[in-house]
């Protein structure tokens, strides 16, 4: 897929200039995003790696972030081994690699993780070139580090991304909300952090970017830049974490079809005048449905909400109420189609 042309020029302007300031410019991409990213890469002739464990299934790995570095090819692994039809030159050199890798040589090529090896300026421009023309729509992250950054210091930085610490939210299965979890982060995902960034406090971005000076979000609607602050706040230890604010904000935008359906609902069965105070009082019935029951199909979702429009949130606390939603042996669909029929026939009263 073409990237948007706009989204394109946008991508290789902030690069260009990145560079010419004299950053070492190094790209994230989502194995998820792609057929695959290893064959994509080898076609553009760019070394990149997944930063996944190696121990993983390959599939899984796969499909996770991958470090892309444009201004890095990647060795042959055949390089110094004889090509020749000579099967005892052949078999000695391989065997004398396998010895080097039983021994933890890293100098063993045959037996390790591809290594990267310098290109010139020219060349990696054009890899950078190559890269946002075929997958910026894929929304890459590219990362401005200071030039001479060496490439263990920015793999270590970006694995340390793999995963984000989330403060415990009330759900109807884990009602406590003390505690914090950890889950893997898709920071290799544009869109992902482009809907991050701003519900970050200063020191976040600091941890978000640590050695880095600066990232790009490429994603679908434009290039976002994030730029880390200039009061010199040390970045916090271990994961990024979000406390119950900030995981609360970072769910909103996944909901706001299903709220702007149930505004609509509101407004044609319920008499409900179609401005901003219902819009803001539909947003919070459906964060209540959300946070006090187990229902998540939107269809569901707008049945509670429905049913709390009329009758306010209190409802849930009735005794029926509560027993009808958490009756065993029934669907959901029962439930809910139960629960309209009882509290949303054209002749009940507001309770």
């Given at each position: 897929?073409?990237?948007?042309?706009?989204?394109?020029?946008?991508?290789?302007?902030?690069?260009?200039?990145?560079?010419?300031?004299?950053?070492?410019?190094?790209?994230?991409?989502?194995?998820?995003?792609?057929?695959?990213?290893?064959?994509?890469?080898?076609?553009?002739?760019?070394?990149?790696?997944?930063?996944?464990?190696?121990?993983?299934?390959?599939?899984?790995r796969d499909a996770g972030p991958w470090m892309v570095l444009p201004?890095?090819?990647?060795?042959?692994?055949?390089?110094?081994?004889?090509?020749?039809?000579?099967?005892?030159?052949?078999?000695?050199?391989?065997?004398?690699?396998?010895?080097?890798?039983?021994?933890?040589?890293?100098?063993?090529?045959?037996?390790?993780?591809?290594?990267?090896?310098?290109?010139?300026?020219?060349?990696?421009?054009?890899?950078?070139?190559?890269?946002?023309?075929?997958?910026?729509?894929?929304?890459?992250?590219?990362?401005?580090?200071?030039?001479?950054?060496?490439?263990?210091?920015?793999?270590?930085?970006?694995?340390?991304?793999?995963?984000?610490?989330?403060?415990?939210?009330?759900?109807?299965?884990?009602?406590?909300?003390?505690?914090?979890?950890?889950?893997?982060?898709?920071?290799?995902?544009?869109?992902?952090?482009?809907?991050?960034?701003?519900?970050?406090?200063?020191?976040?971005?600091?941890?978000?970017?640590?050695?880095?000076?600066?990232?790009?979000?490429?994603?679908?609607?434009?290039?976002?830049?994030?730029?880390?602050?200039?009061?010199?706040?040390?970045?916090?230890?271990?994961?990024?974490?979000?406390?119950?604010?900030?995981?609360?904000?970072?769910?909103?935008?996944?909901?706001?079809?299903?709220?702007?359906?149930?505004?609509?609902?509101?407004?044609?069965?319920?008499?409900?005048?179609?401005?901003?105070?219902?819009?803001?009082?539909?947003?919070?019935?459906?964060?209540?449905?959300?946070?006090?029951?187990?229902?998540?199909?939107?269809?569901?979702?707008?049945?509670?909400?429905?049913?709390?429009?009329?009758?306010?949130?209190?409802?849930?606390?009735?005794?029926?109420?509560?027993?009808?939603?958490?009756?065993?042996?029934?669907?959901?669909?029962?439930?809910?189609?139960?629960?309209?029929?009882?509290?949303?026939?054209?002749?009940?009263?507001?309770?």
């Amino acid at each position: 897929m073409t990237p948007p042309p706009a989204l394109l020029r946008d991508a290789a302007s902030a690069v260009e200039a990145a560079l010419g300031g004299g950053h070492r410019l190094v790209a994230t991409l989502d194995g998820a995003l792609l057929e695959d990213v290893g064959e994509a890469l080898d076609a553009l002739g760019i070394h990149g790696r997944p930063l996944m464990s190696d121990t993983m299934p390959r599939a899984q790995r796969d499909a996770g972030p991958w470090m892309v570095l444009p201004d890095r090819a990647t060795a042959d692994p055949m390089a110094g081994v004889p090509t020749d039809d000579d099967p005892e030159r052949m078999a000695a050199a391989l065997a004398e690699a396998a010895a080097r890798a039983a021994e933890r040589d890293e100098d063993s090529p045959l037996f390790a993780p591809p290594r990267p090896v310098a290109v010139d300026a020219r060349t990696a421009r054009q890899a950078w070139s190559g890269l946002l023309e075929r997958h910026a729509d894929a929304g890459p992250v590219i990362w401005a580090f200071p030039g001479g950054t060496d490439t263990a210091t920015i793999r270590r930085h970006l694995r340390g991304l793999n995963l984000i610490r989330l403060a415990r939210r009330p759900r109807p299965r884990h009602p406590n909300p003390t505690g914090e979890e950890e889950v893997a982060f898709r920071h290799a995902d544009a869109r992902v952090v482009a809907a991050l960034v701003p519900l970050l406090r200063p020191a976040q971005v600091a941890r978000l970017l640590g050695p880095a000076a600066a990232a790009l979000a490429v994603a679908p609607d434009g290039v976002f830049s994030i730029v880390a602050s200039q009061d010199g706040l040390a970045a916090p230890e271990g994961p990024l974490a979000l406390d119950a604010a900030q995981v609360d904000l970072l769910e909103e935008p996944r909901f706001a079809p299903l709220d702007a359906a149930i505004l609509r609902t509101v407004v044609a069965d319920h008499g409900a005048v179609d401005d901003d105070a219902t819009a803001a009082r539909v947003r919070h019935l459906r964060r209540t449905a959300v946070e006090r029951t187990a229902f998540r199909a939107d269809q569901h979702l707008c049945d509670l909400v429905e049913v709390m429009w009329r009758h306010g949130a209190e409802i849930l606390d009735r005794p029926d109420v509560a027993a009808l939603l958490g009756r065993k042996g029934w669907s959901q669909e029962r439930r809910c189609a139960t629960l309209r029929r009882r509290l949303l026939a054209p002749a009940a009263e507001p309770a």
